[in-house]
Nanobody, 124 residues
């Protein structure tokens, strides 16, 4: 079992920055992939970024490239999502999740464990 706890969400203005954190606990292996997803009201859950725990391989959705950066700190078992130049369309509940297979896909159904989510609201 893996537990994930997100934090760092909040209400900000256009152009501001936020850093989300996802603290992992339980049985964690280097082959696992951790992803960030988001879901806005009335919309499907959307892939944002992912990182492999056993290396530095990352991927970001086109909609956030150049603005968001996923990273990790192995010492504290935490994955971060640094979000810069925020826009109103970034408003959503942000979730982190673990893919045990390590396939590293950006498909939400491929992920096995999920956090409870943290709300990000960006106003113009």
């Amino acid at each position: 079992q893996v537990q994930l706890v997100e934090s760092g969400g909040g209400s900000v203005r256009t152009g501001d920055s936020l850093r989300l954190s996802c603290v992992l606990s339980g049985r964690i292996f280097p082959s696992y992939v951790v992803g960030w997803f988001r879901q806005a009201p009335g919309k499907k859950r959307e892939f944002v970024a992912r990182i492999r725990l056993g290396g530095d391989s990352t991927a970001h959705a086109d909609s956030v490239k150049g603005r968001f950066t996923i990273s990790k700190d192995d010492a504290v078992k935490t994955v971060y999502l640094q979000m810069n130049s925020l826009k109103p369309e970034d408003t959503a509940v942000y979730y982190c999740a673990v893919d045990k297979t390590g396939a590293g896909r950006g498909i939400s159904t491929a992920y096995d464990y999920w956090g409870q989510g943290t709300q990000v609201t960006v106003s113009s």
